[in-house]
T-cell receptor, first 114, second 114 residues
Framework: AQSVSQHNHHVILSEAASLELGCNYS??????LFWYVQYPGQHLQLLLK??????LVKGIKGFEAEFIKSKFSFNLRKPSVQWSDTAEYFC????????????FGAGTRLFVKA | DAEITQSPRHKITETGRQVTLACHQT?????MFWYRQDLGHGLRLIHY???????NKGEVSDGYSVSRSNTEDLPLTLESAASSQTSVYFC?????????????FGPGTRLTVL
C-alpha cells in the first residue's frame, strides 16, 4: 500500500541552526509532492509543492525541498531557522491516478529555541 | 477573503451520542474532504465529495457519514460516538480534481468522546 514516512516526529533546534526534515514515499508511479505547515493555533497551510520541472522547489518563508526520484524522497530544508518556524510539518503525496487521493505523513513537530 | 470555517472548535460528548461537525467554505470549491488527525498517523481521509449530492468513503469511514446539499457545506456526522473517535478533525476543500491542486484547510475541531 502507498505510504508516506516522516523520519522524525519531534525536532528541537536552536535559532540559526539548519533544518532538514525527511520525507519518503512508497509508490512507483507519478506523484505530486507537498509540504504543509501548521503553526500553533492556525490552519494547515501550503509551504511548497512539486509536480514537475526543477526538482529543487522554493516555498514561502525561506523553505525549500528537493525531490529525488531515485530515493523516493522529498526532504524539506531551511538554512537558518527562526523561533517563528516552531510548528508541525506534514509531507503529503497526491497520486497522479485520476485525481484526489492525498496521503499524509505522520507529521514532524519542530520546536525552535530562542 | 474566502475561507473555510469549522464549528464547533471544541466538543466533548458521551459515548453513543450523535454528533455533527460543521464545515463551511466560501472558496466555491467543488471538492471537499474530511480528515482526522491522530498522533503517529498524520491525516487520514474519512469522506470526500466532488460536488453537490456526491459523497464517497475514504480510508477510515466506518462510523461516520456526510451529506452535500450545497457547494459550501459538508457536515460530518458521527452516528453513535465512540471513544476511538476522539481526535482532531479537519475539513479541507480544493477547486478541482487535478493532483497538483492545493487543498485549503479549516482550523480543526477537537472532539473528545467520554
Amino acid at each position: 500500500a502507498q505510504s508516506v514516512s516522516q523520519h522524525n516526529h519531534h525536532v528541537i533546534l536552536s535559532e540559526a541552526a539548519s533544518l532538514e526534515l525527511g520525507c519518503n514515499y512508497s509508490y512507483g508511479g507519478t506523484v505530486n509532492l507537498f509540504w504543509y505547515v501548521q503553526y500553533p493555533g492556525q490552519h494547515l497551510q501550503l509551504l511548497l509543492k512539486y509536480f514537475s520541472g526543477d526538482p529543487l522547489v522554493k516555498g514561502i518563508k525561506g523553505f525549500e525541498a528537493e525531490f529525488i526520484k531515485s530515493k523516493f524522497s522529498f526532504n524539506l530544508r531551511k538554512p537558518s531557522v527562526q523561533w517563528s518556524d516552531t510548528a508541525e510539518y506534514f509531507c503529503a503525496v497526491t497520486l497522479d491516478t485520476g485525481g484526489f487521493k492525498t496521503i499524509f505523513g505522520a507529521g514532524t513537530r519542530l520546536f525552535v529555541k530562542a | 477573503d474566502a475561507e473555510i470555517t469549522q464549528s464547533p472548535r471544541h466538543k466533548i460528548t458521551e459515548t453513543g451520542r450523535q454528533v455533527t461537525l460543521a464545515c463551511h467554505q466560501t472558496w466555491n470549491h467543488n471538492n471537499m474532504f474530511w480528515y482526522r488527525q491522530d498522533l503517529g498517523h498524520g491525516l487520514r481521509l474519512i469522506h470526500y465529495s466532488y460536488g453537490v449530492q456526491d459523497t464517497n468513503k475514504g480510508e477510515v469511514s466506518d462510523g461516520y457519514s456526510v451529506s452535500r446539499s450545497n457547494t459550501e457545506d459538508l457536515p460530518l456526522t458521527l452516528e453513535s460516538a465512540a471513544s476511538s473517535q476522539t481526535s482532531v478533525y479537519f475539513c479541507a476543500s480544493r477547486l478541482g480534481t487535478a493532483s497538483t491542486d492545493t487543498q485549503y484547510f479549516g482550523p480543526g475541531t477537537r472532539l473528545t468522546v467520554l
